[in-house]
């Protein structure tokens, strides 16, 4: 069962498409309550929206496989006036764009006035350079290992 959830997760990120899950939210909609995770590993992306659906910590997510499509998805939000997610896990290492870079771009890409999603940095390793590297940029709020758990989700919740 999970193989084949992450087949079609893998399936739908890859093409960009929409997933008929309620909990992922079409593009057309506002950006409200929204969580986007970047993430090229299909196992951790569905670790991370099972994770938040159960707790309840957004009404919407999105995910992308790769920085490039993401970068893409919020420059067409924000040429269309839609507000930015309230909250980007990132992780780190990824092939082509890696999450450093990532944040170079996106922040070439916010306007100085608009509102900064919190980011949420995601390793599977812990590398203390990663760490404090997280900690010096201004749009990271948490510097988490994979995978996502309960206990982390609650620690950003209850400093909201």
């Known amino acids: 069962m999970l193989v084949e959830e992450c087949k079609k997760l893998t399936f739908a990120a890859a093409k960009g498409h929409e ?5 992922i939210t079409p593009s057309s909609l506002p950006m409200q309550n929204l969580v986007i995770i970047i993430d090229d590993d299909p196992i951790s992306v569905l670790v ?12 919407s997510v999105r995910s992308f496989p790769e920085a490039q499509s993401a970068l893409a998805f919020f420059k067409q939000h924000l040429d269309e006036g839609q507000p930015q997610p309230e909250f980007i896990f990132l992780d780190i290492q990824m092939p082509v764009v890696d999450g450093w870079e990532f944040l170079d771009l996106y922040t070439e890409l916010l306007p100085q006035s608009s509102h900064s999603p919190h980011v949420v940095m995601l390793s599977a390793t812990f590398d203390p350079e990663d760490q404090r590297r997280a900690e010096a940029h201004h749009l990271v709020e948490r510097f988490l290992t994979k995978p996502i758990s309960k206990a982390a989700l609650d620690l950003i919740t209850n400093s909201r």
């Open 19 to 23: 997933s008929n899950d309620p909990f």
């Open 48 to 59: 991370c929206e099972t994770m938040m659906k159960k707790q309840g910590f957004a009404k």
